[in-house]
């Protein structure tokens, strides 16, 4: 007999077969692996500033893991499952000094299999930090309903008006516009397209008063933020085949 085992007999009056199973080989099961997401430019632009020779060359972009089993890639080297993260530099691409902005730009490939926190530094001093974070949305494909994995971005500033390369920079008023911070992200997850954008708006830091008193907040400063305001965009494109 043929197949996963043979069968032999002994021959003589009372005849017995015997049945010798070979069983194939072991073999391990391995780690499911989740797809890459492929951060491919990664940039920020400061807007609504006094744009001059002492605006940093370069910012350092921070990547940090969510989780252990996140596996991260920083220009196909990749890190342990417990790293502290990959560093890479924003490097001043432009400065304008009439529209008063300057942009700095990462085009290193960073490849991450989950969510990780990022940190924008200039310096030691913090400029923002936010999260690149995977999560499922029911969807539906046909005629049937699936989980659809999809990627958001959210951040904070960490720098106010007149701290940091911004200090004595802005000498603003009712009307001219706050600094503004846009983050913008451009990658691909299993053969989608992905394009993640923020605006922040810089404020002034606050001043702490006695116990019990209230920070006053200038009027062009409430008026200036609400007409300022950007709404943020997120644009992750399926591509149909």
């Known amino acids: 007999?043929?197949?996963?085992?043979?069968?032999?007999?002994?021959?003589?009056?009372?005849?017995?077969?015997?049945q010798i199973i070979r069983y194939s080989p072991f073999k391990p099961c391995t780690k499911f692996v989740s797809p890459w997401f492929d951060l491919r430019v990664f940039y920020v632009r400061i807007s609504n500033f006094q744009v001059d020779?002492?605006?940093p060359q370069f910012l350092t972009l921070n990547h940090i893991p969510?989780?252990?089993d996140t596996l991260l890639e920083i220009n196909g080297s990749r890190t342990s499952m417990y790293s502290d993260g990959v560093a890479s530099l924003l490097r001043r691409d432009r400065v304008d000094r009439?529209?008063?902005?300057a942009t700095f730009v990462s085009t290193d490939s960073i490849r991450s299999t989950g969510s990780v926190e990022f940190e924008v530094f200039d310096g030691k001093d913090l400029v923002l930090s936010g999260v690149l974070e995977m999560s499922s949305s029911n969807g539906f494909t046909g005629d049937s309903k699936s989980s659809v994995k999809r990627w958001r971005m959210n951040c904070d500033s960490h720098i106010t008006i007149g701290t940091g390369f911004l200090k004595g920079k802005y000498n603003g008023g009712p009307e001219l516009p706050l600094p503004t911070i846009e983050v913008y992200?451009?990658?691909?997850?299993?053969?989608?397209p992905i394009i993640l954008t923020k605006t922040l708006q810089l404020t002034y830091r606050k001043k702490h008063n006695r116990k019990g008193m209230l920070d006053s907040i200038p009027e062009y400063e409430t008026a200036a933020s609400t007409r300022n305001a950007s709404p943020d965009h997120d644009l992750q494109v399926r591509t149909i085949f």
């Open 1 to 18: 007999m043929e197949g996963p085992y043979e069968a032999s007999s002994n021959g003589g009056a009372a005849k017995s077969n015997l």
């Open 53 to 55: 020779d002492s605006t």
């Open 66 to 68: 969510l989780s252990p």
């Open 98 to 101: 009439k529209s008063e902005e």
């Open 185 to 192: 992200v451009t990658g691909s997850f299993s053969g989608t």
